[in-house]
């Protein structure tokens, strides 16, 4: 059956409090969301712009509009591997991908996890909730204030200065709490080993992407005592086997990849090289982490907190419960 693009818009939607990482603050999050027809049955998919990568939404919508007369005349199936090809990874091919799947699930009678081969059905998993940068203060304030909300997985904002005396007002929010952190590429000049060992003592049981995207190799002598995770030097499978010597896992975000067709090539990959997988997002509505929320289920780490981070999420979305997140009842 024919398919016809029945939208592609850009969506606002407002942060609870302020979200704030090395690279800046966010009071809102802008995202673009793509709505595909096909015999009455309809398919939506939402993504949100890579700002390191120069994305906005209004670009993502226009690239959407560009690629949708391409697959017009094709099933579902056939547009979601002519988009592979026609457009590049980001989150305009994350929102038309999704949409893609999620319209030939509907079109099959399936749900999203029978449609990509998973053995179940998704389940709650821990996820981890992000602690914003601030002082060691305010950053403890946030730890107490999760770890009340029933949160036991803290994923900590850092910036390479300072960064053990944030862990420190984190760990004294939430002693009980279970730590990884986020160096968002900020230890390139810093004694990686010495700083890892450090966090190691204080319970961190993971780094994310400690170097600059190009200097991976920094991390090729040192035997540090927590995985590293990949997240901005892996974009896609074909990066996997390039960043596997450094490396001991990958963070795969749809955004990044460009939908989940792209992201479970690169969980393939990451099998395939003995990586541990770590399933992430951006902030996003629960319309975004629904097929990620599939990708999570063969994840050693989840970090698809992007829902609670907002002041609403979308009707009917995903249930962030005792620490979990729950599965949604929208498009699973």
Not at 26 to 37: F, G, L, P, Y
Not at 209 to 233: C, M, N, R, T, W
Request: charge should be negative; charged fraction near 25%; proline fraction near 5%.
């Amino acid at each position: 059956m024919a398919i016809q693009l029945k939208s592609a818009r850009v969506e606002r939607w407002a942060v609870a409090g302020e979200f704030v990482i090395s690279r800046g603050a966010k009071t809102h999050v802008d995202v673009v969301v793509a709505e595909i027809e096909s015999g009455g049955a309809v398919g939506r998919g939402e993504g949100t712009p890579i700002y390191y990568l120069g994305e906005d939404a209004a670009g993502c919508r226009d690239q959407i509009l560009l690629a949708a007369p391409h697959i017009a005349e094709m099933d579902a199936a056939e547009a979601r591997a002519a988009v592979q090809l026609l457009m590049a990874p980001g989150a305009a091919r994350n929102a038309l991908d999704c949409a893609l799947w999620d319209l030939e699930a509907r079109q099959r009678g399936l749900r999203l996890w029978q449609l990509a081969g998973c053995d179940g059905a998704p389940t709650a998993r821990v996820t981890a909730y992000t602690i914003s940068l601030g002082t060691p203060g305010a950053m403890a304030e946030q730890a107490a204030t999760a770890a009340a909300d029933g949160y036991r997985l803290l994923k900590i904002k850092l910036t390479g200065e300072g960064d053990r005396l944030r862990v420190a007002g984190v760990r004294k929010g939430a002693p009980e709490a279970r730590l990884i952190v986020d160096a968002n590429e900020s230890w390139g000049e810093i004694d990686i080993l010495s700083e890892a060992e450090a966090l190691a003592d204080m319970g961190v049981e993971m780094i994310e992407q400690p170097v600059p995207v190009g200097a991976d190799a920094l991390l090729d002598p040192i035997y540090a005592p927590l995985p590293f995770i990949a997240d901005e030097s892996c974009q896609t499978a074909a990066d996997v086997a390039r960043i596997g010597p450094f490396y001991d896992g990958v963070n795969i975000k749809l955004d990044k990849a460009g939908g989940l067709t792209e992201a479970l090539r690169i969980a393939d990959a990451a099998d395939a090289a003995g990586l541990s997988i770590m399933a992430g997002c951006m902030l996003s509505t629960s319309l975004a982490i629904a097929p990620a929320f599939v990708l999570a289920q063969r994840a050693r780490w989840v970090d698809l907190d992007g829902p609670a981070l907002l002041e609403c999420d979308r009707e009917g979305g995903f249930e962030f419960r005792d620490g979990r997140i729950g599965p949604p009842a929208i498009s699973t």
